[in-house]
């Protein structure tokens, strides 16, 4: 199956559209293809911080979330990155040259809040993983629209399922970070 460019379903423009090619798409999951290359955003000494991958995650969530827009005959999306949470990284860092993986599944969705587990790989090995949340949609139409908005932090509104304020348990934040493989450098 041929899937649009991604520059014609993302707002993202080089140098930070990231991600090369959809390569697969499914209802609650979507598989992209990216290419460290020299001079692309936060690329020094030949060689990305493989937290890159948060970056890589998002870019491919918002590209599942436009391919469906597309598909469905919808318009333009929002959206906006709440968090990362249990993000483990095999590798401190990508080299020029390395393709990559990027496959995310949707674990939960409530209203326009969901969280997608994701993996980055290279082949067969696992270079990160971890989940992200995102809001689907427009963040000030839905904070205009929100009760919440006279209320507090509390973003939820009895829809969304809990507080998403900054520090209450189980907000989306990058709560734990584990490097393995390799030192941080």
Not at 11 to 29: C, F, G, I, K, W
Not at 52 to 60: D, S, T
Not at 145 to 153: I, K
């Amino acid at each position: 199956m041929a899937f649009p460019p991604l520059d014609e379903i993302l707002p993202h423009r080089p140098p930070m559209l990231l991600l090369d090619a959809l390569t697969a798409a499914e209802v609650e999951s979507v598989t992209c293809r990216a290419t460290v290359r020299a001079g692309a955003p936060f690329v020094e000494g030949g060689r990305v911080s493989s937290l890159i991958a948060v970056e890589y995650f998002a870019q491919a969530v918002a590209a599942l979330f436009a391919y469906k827009a597309r598909s469905g005959g919808g318009g333009p999306f929002r959206g906006l990155l709440l968090g990362a949470r249990d993000v483990e990284l095999a590798v401190s860092h990508l080299r020029v040259g390395d393709v990559v993986d990027v496959h995310c599944r949707e674990q939960w969705a409530s209203g326009p809040v969901a969280q997608y587990q994701c993996v980055l790989s290279r082949g067969d090995e696992r270079l990160a993983t971890g989940a992200v949340t995102v809001l689907r949609g427009d963040p000030a139409e839905f904070a205009a629209a929100s009760p919440a908005t006279t209320a507090g932090s509390n973003l939820s509104s009895g829809t969304s399922g809990g507080d998403l304020s900054p520090g209450t348990p189980g907000s989306p934040r990058l709560d734990r970070l584990v490097m393995g493989g390799e030192s941080a450098s």
